[in-house]
């Protein structure tokens, strides 16, 4: 990934975010957000399907909140906290409920795999939001 | 749109939501995101473009959440009142910063034509809240 | 939504687009999003939900593409012709595999509906595409 | 990133598909939608934003349709051939698009870090293309 070098590369004064904070936060928000996507599709496949039915649904919620929480994130241009506060807090939250569901079916490595990327992801937004005040 | 329709063609008890204001809330989701994109388009096209730079900004933002938001409240399944919560309480957020940014530029008809989608969602997403109790 | 009205708030000429096609292409493109992301949940929450395995999939694909196009169709400035008919091809044969698959289960009404929204789609892509040269 | 951890856990036959082709797509998929939705942010802030216009434009589409491209490539269940082609084609495009776009400003670091991650990735997505037959 080009996170680190993109925030090296913006033209103008990043205020007082703590780079590396910020930077693995918008990296485990990706990680996260494709590990969900792929999650989904794998319960899917599996042959229990109607055992994973609430897993599949978090994943999808998963995915979409981290995704979006990743493109705020990599925005600094008229930067308004309580909308970022906003959209981390729910991440996490997301990712706190997804990693909840997922770690029920580790027996299944993609629902093992995710659970450790939910758990990475929701303690990335909770140190970015310590550090935003 | 088909919201409502969808609504009624869930095979599930969809439990106590409001239909109405669950139906009001996802399209003023997806009004207000094509809205904000549309708009963030528009201001990139103005002659001062270097004045609305802060207002392509929150609208890149508001139509992402809009965008999410109005998927996590299209899925009912596994339902998780914790992460709709946030996901909402977010979006109200980015439409209210997005809403207070269009308003300083109503001289631009797309910005006031945001600025209203904005609030209108703001309103939807907390007459929303208000029945998840 | 405000399709129409924000094309008319365009700040600069639109080139030789038509409007009407244009405007009605963006709305069944959110339309039939919306409506594959809730007919995906809605077939998660079937009993034989083993059977709805490819269409949920077909779904979530459909529903992707479909905002993707939504929101390139929602940009004039810049335009770049090869990239805008690019993407409203894929998502043109996006919605013929969706519909494809959901009209083999339109005892669900949801599924009916969604395969109804795809083809609508599909045709106003196909009739966007046949003005773009 | 999980990308070929996810892929090796997939519960069922990925057919004949190269997975470290499709591993190495779906990477940098994700790497360019990051550094396009940043770089677009970047030229946002530069003094000379009437000047990036086209480019924030070009890297809005390229960030969305890479972004949808990873998703369906992280899905195997119920795969269809035309539905994939499509969309990694329109994503080849995009990306030779935005690069093209993107190659002009390389003064500015940001614009020279998204050229190269849109040539990587339309090179990926050839690559691909040439392996889906």
């Known amino acids: 990934m080009n996170v680190a070098e993109m925030l090296s590369a913006y033209p103008r004064d990043l205020g007082d975010v703590d780079q590396a904070t910020l930077t693995r936060c918008i990296e485990e928000c990706l990680r996260c957000a494709q590990t969900c996507t792929a999650c989904a599709d794998a319960c899917l496949s599996e042959d229990m399907v109607a055992e994973m039915v ?17 493109r705020v994130l990599s925005r600094h241009t008229g930067y308004d906290a309580n909308l970022t506060r906003a959209i ?44 935003l005040g």
Chains 1, 2, 3, 4 share one sequence.
């Open 54 to 70: 609430k897993c599949i649904r978090t994943d999808l919620d998963c995915a979409d909140i981290c995704e979006t929480t990743a």
């Open 88 to 131: 981390v807090e729910a991440c996490a939250q997301a990712c706190a409920s997804c990693a909840d569901e997922c770690e029920q079916h580790t027996k299944h490595s993609h629902c093992a795999l995710c659970a450790q990327a939910c758990r990475a992801c929701e303690r990335a937004c909770r140190e970015l939001l310590a550090t």
